[in-house]
């Protein structure tokens, strides 16, 4: 019984759907923009270069807190210390120039890095070792740090006298028009959102995140790369403290509480599948430009402050919908009829 | 299918010759006698106190498409699995052109160039293709960066090998079960793969995939690969392979040319009992129309489908993997909604999609996938007896243990069930036994209708023979069955009334008399439209 | 995996696993063991807490254990519906958003002249539409459900803002405001932890003693299996989520009740409390397993250690660290239990099979001892 068989060519809905996938960045793009013109309609200051600025550098610590989160949540984690870490690293880079007022700025920035560093291999260790869910143990690490740091802190907060006048150059000191800020969170994208396309490790990630037993299978070394993945997102939380330092120049025990829910927020919008798999740094960035705008906007256009929630929620909820919807359409097009899937 | 030379039944069949060298007085094989690329030779493994392998033989030439037969616990899946690196033996050799090994890993094993193609493929669906086959190993350019571009010339170049077109770049999400497995088999042909171990992959393919998959088969051959293909589908084995190795319980049994073989010696070897006893089929008195489907139709899957199945009556639906069979089970039963169409049973019409109204109605479903579809893996057995909302086992809304404790001890001796405690898990049931629970959630029940979707798939012969039996008990106390079975014999044997699906459409109905073989296959395969021959 | 099973009695070893699956098949739910010992473990840390809290002035009287329930009354009444949810494999982080928005919808309609009885049948009913948004995303949509109550979480949060501003409601009648105050006549319950046990008992029994509970497992365990035993997912979960509505819902009107005034930002991080509590009571977050029982000890201790460490004047930060800790070592040590029993087993196999003499270099032959091995 045997049968002529002709090879089985695939539908050209190919450059469709990659087309498609693409999209999704440009679609933030493209909110951006509408947002942007609308707002400028209605208040024209909107549009002018300080106005700008306050956008990109208001959206600068998420979006960088964002690119570490997107290295977690690719790999089917998430981490929910962001905030806290951000706020004790803070507050210790403040405590830092109290003490030793003429300490070195490269200091500063060590030390802040290096705080959210060591929190986030405790949180990459108990995560690969223990096998525990991220979203538990990185919760009960919110908890912990924030106490530690409201401990530390004691009701006091940071004279801004103390900090040193180089180091809040980077918080608010702009150059051809953009602000440092901006450009340093830039240059950290661009970097590691290469990095995540071209490199094996950064292949190894996506990996993970698709199918964690295909990658063990195929030799990835998830574990490794996991707890490289946490040690990044606290680093550049810890990063972020020392910016948010540099850009407010003071710091109480709340500092950074609540940063983790933008953070997620800015990640889902920005296309990044809270399944691990896919989406890129620069979706997330882009993300949290569009949250942020969208905040300003909202000002911008005189409707009362009390609507930044609700509207950011709306957008969450709206951004999910979408990419159940995209990632429908991929798969339809694709498979053609209703063959039988198991991928 | 070639007839060949009955063998004597049984144990006499267990040889110690025969085991490295191809059968001599046949001229081809006598010409050349290349080395083996793979020899294991007689391997044992052992778990606790159970002793799966007891004397696991088998050599691969190059260019050859081997298979490998047996029922459940014959010891094949652990052959595999030590070929794969995944166990070590306690005893026996592994020889790998030429070289005795220890393979510690699936590393290893992949390294020497084994390479096994599991039936659920294991791809990254947010990767394109060509990582798929590359992940961990993508080639590098400059700065260690990966050259994205020598990545898919490479993909592209292992696609020609195989004959097959598919573009490397597209993402792996949304590729057919029969894709998948050329990606995982592009990958394999990617790390020089000598030898290639396909566990059961036409499971799930139409057969316009199984002969794609057979040319790709083919194909390895031609550049000297060994194919080992385990398989329970004789039919296809004779159609694939030149040579086979049948297992019983644990031990070789011998090894053949294909052409040497026929399917009942090969039966034969591997149960040691005869075929008649395998379908135990008596004549009933059939009743009343309990289940009618009225030109059901869901787009694009299957169209105007109609029917009838009565009190007492075996109606198999029959007709080539993909053509909709389990697609128009589901819709019956309400897992899936169909666009167009009735279901009645008894009369009265069944809402549409609604698997608990179903259920309510009458009908029990035995899904074609036991382990993800059929029971709760990690529940025990009788809570998965229990499973279906069953209210008799409750009362003042409470339920009542110690009735759905009995309940499950009642049917597991009905259906002979073998375990170990009611409170295991079903996960350490075999696989004939777990179809039994399957079959018991349903029946405790009571149906008046029973779907089952592959009865037998999976299950070794002799569950093989009690399920066939349960069913012949079911339907002489009136209930009605449609079934659904790939399986020729298995559809001759137990129906009624045979329907064919052919791409998405029934285009043949047989009596049990006037059925055979060929015209079932005939009508499967679209060449007549029509009634039977 | 390979199509056949292995016969009963094999173990699953194997220094790989092809491909296992991201549950670790523990004891399953029916068996009595593997329940019993999360919650002694619990009844454990109670006895502990208990002592701890009886070395601390004026922990063993009456009115402190009044302020115990008080304050722990209204999380662990957000925690009963969210148990079922987690066993169902879903999470509902807009538990807290819910109790603010229904705080600040009370306080707002008590203001506009609505009575208090139908101000707070209408949150109810906002509180159930809540929950349905909710599950309907999360159903029909396939949305995640992280995602989704994340973005519920802050539009709750947001639509609460905007009903009240930067407002606060006050002057709610006595006869309610007291819940806060006094205990239930002739106890020294708090009026919330009334409403928690009478809870506890009827999601207790449905969870455990009922047909629709089992479900329930399944569907976290296996929603295939489920669905095609006719259990009808969609719409079980979907229950759930109106339900955790509604009872956030309610408990927001405790809530209110018990500071006598309403604020947009009621509750506002609740939600980590309630899913620490959860978590802590020993439902895992894959689904598929736990109890209620579980969830009550681990409320009492919780509340046990809080007050305690408030009685000794220990900072309310400090107490977060607590509480942070025992929720890492809620789910760390059960995984470590797994992971040595897994370690252990590893290497018992590998010193069995090292006796056929593995060579470290694959390439060079064996010196295999067959005979001697046959068992």
């Known amino acids: 019984m045997s049968l002529t068989v002709a090879p089985i060519s695939r539908p050209a809905g190919v450059r469709r759907s990659e087309l498609l996938l693409r999209a999704r960045e440009l679609s933030i793009v493209l909110a951006l923009l509408i947002v942007f013109g609308f707002t400028t309609l209605k208040n024209h200051e909107f549009a002018n270069a300080a106005s700008i600025r306050q956008l990109l550098s208001g959206a600068s610590l998420v979006a960088l807190l964002a690119v570490g989160q997107t290295l977690v949540v690719v790999t089917r984690n998430v981490d929910l210390s962001v905030g806290s870490v951000l706020g004790l690293s803070a507050y210790l880079v403040g405590t830092l120039f109290r003490a030793h007022p003429n300490a070195p700025i490269a200091l500063a920035f060590l030390v802040g890095i290096g705080v959210g560093v060591l929190i986030g291999a405790i949180n990459g260790i108990i995560t690969t070792v223990t096998r525990v869910p991220s979203l538990v143990v990185t919760l009960a690490m919110l908890y912990i740090v924030r106490g530690v740091d409201a401990e530390i802190v004691n009701a006091k907060q940071i004279d801004p006298t103390l900090i040193p006048h180089s180091f809040q150059v980077v918080g608010y000191e702009h150059i051809f028009g953009i602000p440092w800020l901006a450009i340093i969170v830039a240059v950290i994208v661009i970097a590691v959102g290469f990095y995540m396309r071209s490199f094996r490790a950064g292949r190894d990630l996506y990996a993970i995140g698709s199918n964690p037993d295909a990658a063990t299978l195929a030799g990835v070394p998830s574990g490794r790369r996991v707890f490289t993945a946490f040690v990044v997102s606290g680093g550049l939380a810890g990063l972020g403290g020392a910016l948010f330092l540099a850009q407010f120049a003071t710091v109480n025990a709340t500092g950074g509480s609540g940063y983790e829910l933008n953070v997620v927020a800015a990640v889902v919008v920005g296309g990044v599948a809270i399944f691990g798999g896919s989406g890129t740094v620069f979706g997330a960035a882009l993300g949290a430009l569009l949250l942020n705008t969208i905040n300003q906007a909202l000002v911008a256009a005189k409707v009362s402050a009390f609507w930044n929630q609700a509207v950011a929620g709306a957008l969450l909820l709206a951004a999910i919908a979408f990419d159940r919807w995209l990632s429908l359409r991929v798969e339809r097009l694709e498979s053609g009829r209703g063959e039988r899937h198991v991928v | 299918m070639p007839s060949g030379a009955d063998d004597d039944p049984g144990g006499s069949d267990v040889s110690t010759e025969n085991r490295d060298e191809p059968l001599d007085g046949h001229a081809s094989a006598a010409a050349e006698t290349p080395e083996p690329l793979l020899v294991l030779r007689q391997a044992t493994k052992s778990f606790g106190s159970v002793r799966a392998l007891e004397d696991g033989s088998i050599t691969l030439y190059p260019g050859e498409a081997h298979a490998l037969l047996g029922e459940n616990g014959a010891g094949k899946s652990t052959l595999v699995k030590i070929l794969a690196g995944v166990h070590q033996p306690d005893a026996g050799e592994l020889i790998v052109a030429g070289r005795t090994l220890v393979l510690n890993g699936p590393a290893a094993s992949r390294a020497v160039g084994i390479s096994v193609i599991y039936q659920e493929p294991t791809l990254f669906p947010d990767l394109s293709v060509a990582e798929n086959i590359f992940m961990g190993r993508q080639p590098l350019g400059s700065f260690r960066r990966i050259d994205k571009v020598e990545m898919r010339r490479r993909a592209e170049a292992v696609f020609r090998r195989l004959g097959v077109a598919l573009d490397p770049l597209r993402p792996a999400r949304g590729l057919s079960v029969a894709d998948q497995q050329i990606v995982e088999i592009a990958k394999a042909i990617s790390f020089d793969a000598k030898v290639i171990v396909m566990d059961e992959p036409t499971a799930a393919l139409t057969s316009v995939e199984v002969a794609r998959l057979f040319e790709v088969v083919r194909a390895l051959q031609a550049e000297n690969a060994a194919v080992l293909f385990v398989s329970h589908r004789l039919e296809e084995v004779f159609a694939l392979c030149q040579r086979m190795t049948i297992m019983r319980d644990g031990r070789f049994v011998r090894t053949s040319l294909i052409e040497d073989e026929s399917i009942d010696s090969i039966i034969r070897s591997m149960v040691g009992r005869d075929l008649d006893s395998l379908f135990p089929k008596t004549a009933t008195m059939l009743g009343e129309i309990a289940l009618s489907v009225e030109r059901l139709t869901r787009e694009g899957v299957f169209t105007d489908v109609s029917f009838d199945v009565r009190r007492g009556e075996i109606v198999a639906l029959a007709g080539l993997v993909g053509a909709g069979r389990s697609e128009i089970a589901r819709a019956i039963f309400g897992i899936d909604r169909h666009d167009a169409g009735t279901v009645r049973l008894d009369g009265t019409p069944l809402p549409n999609g609604s698997p608990s109204a179903a259920m309510d109605a009458g009908i029990g479903f035995v899904p074609e996938d036991r382990r993800q579809q059929g029971l709760v893996m990690d529940l025990s057995i009788d809570h998965n007896v229990a499973l279906a909302p069953l209210s008799r086992l409750s009362r003042n809304g409470l339920i009542h243990r110690s009735d759905e404790r009995n309940l499950a001890i009642d049917w597991a001796s009905r259906l002979q069930l073998k375990f170990g405690r009611m409170k295991n898990a079903v996960s350490t049931l075999s696989g004939g036994n777990q179809q039994k629970v399957v079959l018991a959630k349903w029946l405790a029940r009571q149906p008046s209708v029973l779907i089952i979707d592959e009865p037998t798939r999976g299950i070794d012969v002799g569950t093989k023979a009690e399920v066939h039996r349960l069913l012949d008990q079911l339907v002489s106390q009136g209930i009605a069955v449609l079934m659904i079975s790939s399986e020729l014999p298995e559809v001759l044997g137990m129906a009624d009334r045979v329907l064919v699906i052919h791409e998405g459409h029934l285009v043949a109905e047989f009596a049990r008399d006037d059925a055979d073989e060929a015209s079932i296959m005939r009508a499967a395969t679209g060449q007549t439209v029509g009634a039977a021959a | ?375």
Not at chain 3, 74 to 87: G, K, S
Not at chain 3, 171 to 185: D, E, H, W, Y
Not at chain 3, 216 to 230: D, K, M, R, T, V
Not at chain 3, 249 to 262: N, P, Q
């Open chain 3, 1 to 375: 995996m390979l199509s056949e099973t292995t016969p009963p009695q094999t173990a699953t070893s194997g220094v790989v696993q092809a491909p296992p699956t991201i549950r670790n098949p523990q004891t399953n739910e029916s068996s009595w063991r593997g329940l019993l010992r999360w919650e002694s473990a619990l009844l454990v840390a109670l006895a502990g807490a208990l002592i701890y809290g009886h070395r601390t002035t004026n922990f063993w009287n009456a009115t402190n254990f009044f302020y115990i329930g008080l304050n722990i009354g209204e999380i662990a009444i957000m925690a009963l519906p969210l148990t079922l949810i987690v066993i169902t494999g879903e999470i509902d982080l807009s538990v807290a958003s819910m109790l603010g928005l229904s705080s600040t919808l009370l306080g707002y309609l008590y203001l506009h002249g609505w009575p208090i009885g139908v101000a707070i049948v209408a949150v109810l009913i906002v509180g159930a539409i809540g929950g349905a948004l909710n599950g309907v995303l999360v159903t029909r949509l396939g949305l995640p459900s992280i995602a989704v109550t994340i973005g519920t979480l802050t539009l709750f949060r947001g639509l609460a803002e905007i009903t009240l501003g930067a407002k606060s409601v006050g002057k709610f009648p006595a006869t309610l405001t007291k819940i806060g105050v006094i205990p239930i006549p002739h106890t020294q319950i708090a009026y919330s932890v009334g409403f928690f046990v009478v809870l506890a008992i009827i999601y207790g029994v449905v969870l455990h003693a009922m047909p629709v509970g089992r479900s329930i497992f399944a569907i976290g365990l296996q929603p295939e299996a489920a669905h095609f035993s006719g259990i009808r997912v969609k719409r079980i979960k979907l229950m759930l989520y109106v339900l955790s509505g509604t009872v956030c819902s309610f408990a927001g009107v405790l809530w209110t009740m018990r500071f006598a005034t309403s604020r947009y930002d009621a509750g506002t991080g609740l939600e980590l409390n309630v899913v620490a509590i959860v978590l802590f009571g020993g439902i895992s977050i894959f689904g598929g397993r736990g109890s209620i029982i579980g969830v009550v000890l681990a409320t009492a201790v919780m509340a046990c250690i809080q007050q305690a460490l408030t009685l000794r004047n220990v900072d309310a930060q400090v107490r977060n660290i607590v509480t942070g800790v025992l929720l890492l070592i809620s789910v760390v040590l059960p995984n470590i239990a797994t992971g040595i029993h897994r370690l252990r087993e590893r290497r018992r196999l590998r010193n069995r099979d090292r006796l056929a003499q593995r060579a470290p270099d694959l390439h060079q032959p064996t010196t295999t001892t067959t005979e001697g091995q046959r068992a």
